[in-house]
Nanobody
Framework: QVQLVESGGGLVQVGGSLRLSCAAS????????IGWYRQGPGKQRELVAR?????????NYADSVKGRFTISRDNAKSTVYLQMNSLKPEDTAVYYC????????WGQGTQVTVSS
């Protein structure tokens, strides 16, 4: 089974930046694509970015973060990153990572709070 641990969240002002990390362990060869998800206060969890782990590393972004967030991977470290720039108050949420097509049990996530 795959285990995924998120880190890197925090409190940041509007316009600031943060980089989140997602460290994977376990049966990671079974993962084809990893996504970063977020769940804001009173909202449903949504997929904001995803990256293919196999060759190519193609990426996709939700419209709400396109041009501001960048997802990347370091296969040697079994880690996926989410660079978040130009943060807005509406980006405030708990951020999670997970396999897109074969989800593992959800982790604790990492809290991102953007203050105005």
């Amino acid at each position: 089974q795959v285990q995924l641990v998120e880190s890197g969240g925090g409190l940041v002002q509007v316009g600031g930046s943060l980089r989140l990390s997602c460290a994977a362990s376990g049966v990671i060869f079974s993962i084809n694509s990893i996504g970063w998800y977020r769940q804001g206060p009173g909202k449903q969890r949504e997929l904001v970015a995803r990256i293919t782990i196999t060759s190519g590393g193609s990426t996709n972004y939700a419209d709400s973060v396109k041009g501001r967030f960048t997802i990347s991977r370091d296969n040697a470290k079994s880690t996926v990153y989410l660079q978040m720039n130009s943060l807005k108050p509406e980006d405030t949420a708990v951020y999670y990572c997970n396999s897109v097509f074969s989800p593992a049990p959800w982790g604790q996530g990492t809290q991102v709070t953007v203050s105005s």
